[in-house]
């Protein structure tokens, strides 16, 4: 017979909230679809380290889904209807996704949002020099990054460069078994005594995070440079560029290890991006989702893919640039009988946005950073985010109490477990997303996303669980608003 529960019990159960580890919950049978969501999340990483490549892989799912290009269907005097899925392509390295509702888009779009690129080493415009017969990659880091913890780490370069002949070629070298790779050297412990005294964040400076590319010199005695003249041959053979063409290029040097499990039960994911590209795989698989039913969703659904949030989101690929305030535009003038500022006002005015991206988890190592009562912890569930920013909130974007109510209720009726997701204690750092960008236009919008480990390092980690109940989430966020 069971223990009576006291009062205190009870009104603990009414009136407390206890959050619990996701994986209690789940059944055998849930578990494969959470593993074979997690594989898919895999190999999407894996074929997608950069802004561009993760692009290229959307496009081409959204186009075998039926999604059309509003770019191309401007020109026609058809009008959209309930149901028509477009995709605006923004410099093959940010992407807006919509599928159109049978609510007049004047009341407002349902969107989630999230960032593509990552924390990763970018070449400079004219990195190769040659140094005591070692030719070697000058570069300039890209985000907030610990520089230490990037010597050694093998390295792959993602990117296009232009040959002579004005053809842009696509570069991809070390994500293959039979690829060299590359690699940012460190000094050894037994001559690194007066570098160990060095602050962690002195350690190495970004001009000395140069990358090791190659070492054996051409066979003509009365040339200079042998090394570097002898690379420039190699890279003339197989992509025909020159040295010039590394002005015009980009080239993005990423950690060329594979996601992989992590852990006795493999209950988590350890991999190179997942800081925000698990929170745009969980975006994705949501818009997809909502785009293989035959009805039309009632309001109209979009997802939001930028670049350059790391580095402040600026740019004309960033959630700085008007991209999407055009897409929205673009949309009315193919859903209404005329177009206007005024629509487009009323259409983001009252839309409402979940802003995808990822928070810190709580780290057993690292104890005195957290407040444990609101932070959020691998393996709980989707971390919201009421405010970001950092010193008294500097730089937040706020959710209001009226929205943060409305997409609780959603996620408890959809039975999809939550967290509280504050980013560290009270002056001890913090963080942005993309979301202030949005909350500009007039719309509700609010930090929701994965807890991550060891954040912005060539290793994070994250759970499984995690990411299938944030793409749960999202999905019920864009058919219940």
């Known amino acids: 017979m069971a223990e009576e529960k006291t009062e205190g019990q ?45 692009t290229a892989l959307t496009l081409e799912r959204v186009r075998s889904a039926g999604f059309i ?14 149901g028509t899925k477009v995709y605006h392509n923004i410099h093959g390295k940010a992407l807006n996704l919509a599928i159109l509702g049978k609510r007049p888009l004047t009341e407002g779009a349902v969107i989630v949002g999230a960032h593509l690129d990552s ?31 990037w010597p050694t780490v093998p390295l792959a370069l993602h990117g296009v460069i232009f040959g002579k002949d004005g053809e842009k070629k696509t570069i991809c070298i070390g994500e293959e078994e039979e690829d060299p790779v590359f690699v940012i050297t460190d000094l050894l412990p037994h001559l690194s005594r007066d570098f160990d005294q060095k602050k962690m ?10 990358i090791l590319a190659g070492s054996a010199p051409l066979r003509d005695e009365k040339a200079t440079d042998k090394v570097k003249l002898n690379l420039l041959r190699i890279l003339n053979e197989k992509y025909g560029i020159t040295e010039a063409s590394f002005a015009s290029a980009e080239i993005e040097a990423v950690p060329a290890h594979r996601a992989r499990d992590v852990g006795f039960d493999r209950s988590m994911i350890g991999a190179y991006g997942h800081d925000d590209k698990c929170c ?8 997809l989702t909502i785009a293989d039913r ?19 989101s600026m740019g004309n690929t960033g959630a700085e640039a008007r991209s999407f305030e055009d897409f929205m535009a673009y949309l009315i003038a193919k859903t209404t009988d005329g177009s206007g500022d005024l629509a487009l006002r009323r259409a983001l005015g009252h839309s409402a946005m979940l802003s995808s991206d990822v928070n810190a988890a709580f780290d057993p190592n690292f104890p005195t950073v957290f407040d444990k ?16 920013g950092g010193g008294g909130k500097y730089g937040a974007s706020d959710a209001n109490a009226e929205f943060l109510h409305h997409v609780l209720k959603i996620f408890d009726q959809n039975g999809v477990q939550w967290q509280y997701g504050n980013l560290g204690k009270v002056d001890k750092g913090g963080g942005g997303t993309i979301a202030l960008h949005f909350a500009r236009l007039g719309m509700d919008v609010l930090d929701c996303g994965i807890p991550v480990l060891s954040m912005h390092s060539p290793f994070e980690l994250i759970s499984k669980i995690d990411l299938w109940i944030t793409y749960k989430g999202y999905l019920a966020f864009l058919q219940n608003s």
């Not at 070692?134 to 520089?147: E, N, Q, R, S, W």
């Not at 964040?201 to 140069?210: A, H, N, P, R």
């Not at 745009?280 to 818009?287: G, K, P, T, V, Y």
């Open 294 to 312: 035959e009805e039309a969703p009632e309001r109209t659904v979009v997802c939001v893919l930028t670049d350059k949030e790391e580095i402040g």
């Open 373 to 388: 009562k609101t932070c959020s912890y691998l393996g709980r569930g989707i971390a919201i985010s009421k405010y970001t």
């Open 10 to 54: 009870l009104l603990a159960e009414k009136l407390g909230f206890k959050i619990t580890n996701a994986w209690e919950k789940v059944s055998n049978e849930d578990a494969k679809t959470i593993a074979a969501f997690a594989n898919r999340y895999k190999a999407f990483l894996n074929a997608g380290k950069t802004e561009r490549e993760v």
């Open 201 to 210: 964040s002195e350690y190495i400076t970004g001009e000395e995070l140069d």
């Open 119 to 149: 924390p990763r080493i970018d070449l400079k415009t004219n990195p190769l020099y040659e140094d005591t017969d070692f030719v070697l990659l000058d570069t300039h880091y890209y985000g907030g990054i610990k520089k230490w913890q």
């Open 69 to 82: 290009d509003i770019e191309q269907s401007l020109a026609s005097k058809e009008q959209f209807v309930p």
């Open 280 to 287: 745009a795989f969980a975006s994705i698989e949501a818009i």
